[in-house]
């Protein structure tokens, strides 16, 4: 069973430029989550999703971020324009729910954001 | 209060030795706890889950969970080098629309 995609693996970028990321998740899986994690500190969720609907952004940053899934399967999520502080690895993670184990994400291998 | 917390480490311990990893969270409502492995520049993967009080096995990892005192913990044994990573404690509260939470991980360190 192939994993979840993510792409690019690395991009740099200049402050208040504009980025964004795409993940493909496990072919079958409905919920689709995004997590920011910083150097030293663990994942932070900032959107849930449960096929192409939004479950929880609260922790987003809506004034600069945004994040879409359509049709229910492959995501993007965009930052415009970034802060220095927006540097870190975006993971994206699916996970089966209903039929599977709550709470086991399968993570991809994340997006490594370099603010300048 | 962090929603969940871990010691950052580094924990360092000798090969063979039990490693010993705790966990703590805030909210009473929590219900399914995880521990999951980084590698060094890798991604999360789940190691373990554990969702009712007392002790589950899995090979050379045990997970143990007391709700009365809102602590989860892993223990290792036999450590292996392989072992060294960093380990992240999660929590699930259904309450709160199945939002997994992580903590910052705890550094383990596996001395040969």
């Known amino acids: 069973e192939a994993g979840v995609a993510q792409s690019p693996r690395y991009k740099i970028i200049e402050k208040r430029q504009s980025v964004a990321f795409w993940c493909n998740p496990i072919?079958?899986?409905?919920?689709l989550y995004w997590y920011q994690q910083i150097l030293g500190q663990g994942p932070k969720l900032l959107i849930q999703?449960?096929?192409?609907?939004?479950?929880?952004d609260s922790q987003l940053p809506k004034d600069r971020f945004s994040a879409e899934r359509l049709k229910g399967v492959d995501s993007t999520l965009k930052i415009q324009p970034a802060k220095l502080e927006d540097s870190a690895v975006y993971l994206c993670?699916?996970?089966?729910?209903?039929?599977?184990?709550?709470?086991?994400?399968?993570f991809g291998e994340g997006s490594r954001l370099t603010v300048l | 209060q962090k929603e969940v917390e871990q010691n950052s480490g580094p924990l360092s311990v000798p090969e063979g030795a039990i490693a010993s990893l705790n966990c703590t969270y805030s909210d009473r409502g929590s219900q399914s706890f995880f521990w999951y492995r980084q590698y060094s520049g890798k991604s999360p993967e789940l190691i373990m889950s554990?969702?009712?009080?007392g002790d589950k096995e899995d090979g050379r990892f045990t997970a143990q969970l007391n709700k009365a005192s809102q602590y989860v913990s892993l223990l290792i044994r036999d450590s292996q080098p392989s072992d060294s990573a960093t380990y992240l404690c999660?929590?699930?509260?259904?309450?709160?629309?199945?939002?997994?939470?992580f903590g910052a991980g705890t550094i383990l360190r596996v001395k040969s």
């Open positions: 993670a699916s996970s089966r729910r209903r039929t599977g184990i709550e709470g086991e994400l399968f």
């Open positions: 554990i969702y009712s009080n």
């Open positions: 072919s079958g899986h409905a919920t």
């Open positions: 999660a929590v699930l509260n259904m309450e709160y629309g199945n939002k997994l939470v």
């Open positions: 999703f449960q096929n192409n609907g939004v479950v929880d």
